[in-house]
């Protein structure tokens, strides 16, 4: 399984980026499907993801409004796009995956990453 994110780039405050992920495989190898950021800070945060079992999807609060996920199966590829955007988004991007349900762990436990990308939003 291997996961290839790209779309990362400079954007000013309020402008819009769509990350794209590359999936190997089939969609139905993946339970869950989505992103984890990394800030400057080094923290580590959930953002969002699609459960491929019956399509629902989750946000982190600071995103929600402002972020949407998408999925193309025939591509088997997932998108972010990311509208609005502020400076405290700047991260590096990652796409990851689940081959199966983690009790407790939410929509995306993230058993699988792939390499990230990064987003900058700043004036």
């Known amino acids: 399984v291997q996961l290839q994110a790209s779309g990362g780039g400079l954007v000013q405050p309020g402008g819009s980026l769509r990350l794209s992920c590359a999936a190997s495989g089939s969609p139905s190898d993946y339970y869950a499907i989505g992103w984890f950021r990394q800030t400057p800070g080094n923290v580590r945060e959930w953002v969002s993801c699609?459960?491929?079992?019956?399509?629902?999807?989750d946000y982190t609060e600071s995103v929600k409004g402002r972020f949407a996920i998408s999925r193309d199966y025939a591509k088997n590829t997932l998108y972010l796009q990311m509208n609005s955007l502020k400076p405290e988004d700047t991260a590096v991007y990652y796409c990851a995956a689940d081959l199966r349900r983690y009790k407790g762990a939410g929509c995306l436990f993230g058993e699988i990453w792939g390499q990230g990308t990064l987003v900058t939003v700043s004036s």
């Open positions: 699609i459960n491929s079992r019956d399509g629902s999807t």
